[in-house]
């Protein structure tokens, strides 16, 4: 009894510790984001701005199209994340689930990708992109990632518990590949496939490399390029409060939809990963 | 209503043989358990007849229909799978209406067919739940709905009774019989519990790694066993086998094992035998099919009790000759002590005698149902 509550409490000490240390950053973000310009560097620094300067975010929309920035990002991320979910799902039940010449060593070679660092490629695509004529336009943004190796092998992994038996049952039941991956491994993998959506979405959301290159008018920023609008060009000394309310903007999306699915979201990568 | 035709069907995955030149003609409105030990092919066959599997060579006929080439969804065969395999994320209603949406009936006409089949099988009052919330039994219920509704022509069940406890068991036995004589339709199962066969199935073909042992009612498989290992399988408590070999004396046939048991061989049972002395043999004989007469003189074999077990109903004795023993069922009220000493009578017309090289039985071929005509016996 007593072990188990000493074994707990230390647990939950290193648990608490590492919180900490995740959370720390963030607080600190929204503390800059509240503090005037020269509150900021002040010494020695101080958690609670003496007066909470809430108009740093206003002053952030009106500095910057901030508008503009949120519709790119939403559309680039929301197709990529769907366009991810749908090429993930159907080669996943491909590798999972039907027989065909070298199945194996394909799933190899397109696990193998996971290992190529992205910088390796960004050259070659971007000569693709510029020869497509795609060059400052969504399509740049949006069709590189519509295929991903994680997410065809995660729900591979998901899929491979599904049990045969449902698809020998489908079968029977006149139901076709495609109907069957609609109808009843889709619904069945929601937690693999919320998971899925959540890395594309975050993948795509806070990109910057990429759209740095590809894009060149204003106009098709999207937000994380957007951000540095309060960066000084000079390198001198940046508007930090700006920053960090601006970039709170940026996260807050993605926090909210992390709270939502959290439950959905450790699952998909718990249960995914036992059987794998 | 289909007639069912197997024509020498073979199976093989890679280098396996899961099932080998195996004909059955299965009658129509009847049941037919495919019986046999795991992996003897019995599911293979099923899955044969469904569609999912194409046998490796032979031919599969709906009544004058070859249907090897015809996927499963116009069979018109309904499926039960051992697990069940109901979809976990719909409802018992949606389980059952998914055929027919798939098939594009009006909705009036799914939820006027998904209520008349819950109704034959009594789950009307399931619909609105979801797999994980309903017990085995009704689980099962719900996934002989989903093969019914779909009015097929044949109905398989893969291993109907494994996944339930012992009373759900012979409920759900005698609620499958009810539904199946209700509907009149041809229904093949598959099991290895040979209880389950005998009390379900109007014939039962025996399988054993693949190959056909022999098909008939469960009354001539269990009275005319054609080989050793339909003997043996089939019956409880099992038939007691005895190794040994015939001897002549004064013109009177008997069967000696070991030093210590000689037992006359009755002239009836002799018939069929080649009159050769030595010949080695194998005597069978049921637990049900021995009598214990007090009368010493009369009883033409006597033995000690070595052990007596309580069943229930029945007592079993267990008599020793020798390294091989002979169980004899008496009723629960029969007064006996271990260590007795008993004369056991054995009923002549169900004496089997085997040839222990080939299995095969030696006292007279079963008559009765054949698998087809061309078929050679391996």
């Known amino acids: 009894m007593r072990r188990t509550l000493v074994k707990k409490l230390i647990i939950h000490l290193v648990l608490l510790t590492l919180g900490a240390a995740m959370v720390l950053p963030f607080l600190w973000m929204v503390s800059t984001s509240l503090k005037g310009y020269h509150e900021v560097f002040r010494y020695p620094p101080r958690w609670i701005p003496d007066e909470p300067q809430w108009r740093n975010y206003l002053e952030v929309w009106k500095l910057a199209p901030f508008g503009r920035f949120y519709v790119n990002s939403t559309i680039v991320a929301v197709i990529t994340t769907a366009g991810q979910v749908l090429t993930g799902v159907l080669a996943a039940y491909a590798f999972a689930r039907m027989e065909f010449a070298g199945r194996d060593q394909i799933f190899m070679l397109f696990l193998a990708t996971l290992m190529v660092p992205t910088q390796v490629t960004l050259i070659p695509t971007y000569i693709v992109m510029s020869r497509m004529g795609w060059i400052d336009s969504y399509k740049s943004l949006i069709v590189p990632f519509l295929a991903t190796a994680f997410s065809v092998f995660l729900l591979r992994q998901f899929f491979l518990t599904i049990p045969k038996e449902l698809e020998e049952a489908s079968i029977m039941d006149g139901c076709s590949k495609l109907r069957f991956i609609f109808a009843v491994i889709m619904p069945l993998s929601k937690p693999a496939i919320s998971s899925v959506a959540l890395f594309g979405f975050l993948g795509s959301w806070n990109s910057y490399l990429w759209p740095l290159i590809v894009i060149n008018s204003n106009q098709m920023r999207t937000l994380p390029i957007g951000l540095r609008y309060f960066v000084s060009q000079q390198g001198g000394g940046s508007e930090w409060h700006y920053l960090m309310a601006a970039s709170l903007i940026v996260m807050l999306p993605v926090l909210i939809v992390f709270f939502l699915a959290q439950k959905q979201f450790i699952e998909g990568i718990a249960k995914s990963g036992i059987k794998g | ?378």
């Not at chain 2, 039960?80 to 719909?90: E, K």
């Open chain 2, 1 to 378: 209503m289909a007639n069912v035709r197997l024509k020498n069907i073979t199976k093989r995955f890679g280098s396996v043989t899961a099932v080998n030149n195996v004909c059955l003609d299965i009658p129509h409105g009847k049941v037919t358990a495919l019986l046999g030990p795991s992996g003897c092919g019995k599911t293979t066959i099923l899955l044969m007849l469904a569609g999912i599997y194409k046998p490796t060579e032979g031919e599969i006929y709906f009544d004058d229909l070859q249907v090897n080439g015809i996927p499963p969804q116009l069979r018109n065969v309904g499926l039960v799978f051992q697990s069940y395999a109901l979809y976990p994320h719909m409802t018992a209603f949606e389980n059952i209406a998914f055929p027919l949406k798939l098939k594009k009936l009006p909705k009036a006409e799914i939820q006027k067919r998904v209520e008349e089949i819950a109704e034959v099988v009594q789950i009307g009052d399931l619909l609105d739940r979801k797999p994980g919330q309903m017990s085995g039994g009704q689980q099962q219920r719900v996934a002989l709905c989903r093969a019914l509704v779909k009015k097929p022509d044949l109905l398989l069940l893969d291993e109907p009774l494994s996944n339930l406890d012992a009373r759900l068991r012979l409920e759900t036995r005698a609620e499958i019989k009810r539904i199946q004589q209700e509907l009149g339709i041809t229904t093949i199962l598959v099991t290895h519990d040979q209880v389950e066969a005998v009390t379900m199935a109007d014939q039962v073909a025996v399988l054993k790694a693949g190959v056909l042992q022999q098909y008939g009612t469960p009354k001539e498989l269990l009275e005319q066993p054609a080989n050793l290992f339909v003997a043996s399988f089939l019956g409880d408590p099992p038939m007691n086998l005895l190794q040994g070999e015939l001897e002549y004396q004064e013109g009177r046939c008997y069967f000696r094992s070991g030093r210590s048991l000689r037992l006359p061989v009755p002239p009836l049972a002799a018939k069929g035998l080649q009159k050769s002395p030595g010949q080695k043999l194998i005597l069978g004989i049921r637990p049900e099919h021995l009598t214990i007469t007090w009368e010493r003189g009369r009883a033409p074999w006597r033995g000690k009790v070595f052990l007596v077990e309580f069943l229930g109903r029945d007592k079993l004795l267990d008599f020793r000759f020798g390294d091989q023993s002979l169980r004899v069922l008496v009723p629960a009220t029969f007064p006996v002590e271990r260590g007795e000493v008993l004369g056991i009578e054995p009923q002549v017309e169900h004496l089997h005698i085997f040839d222990p090289q080939t299995g095969l039985a030696l006292t007279g071929p079963p008559e009765g149902l054949r698998a087809c005509s061309d078929h050679e016996p391996a």
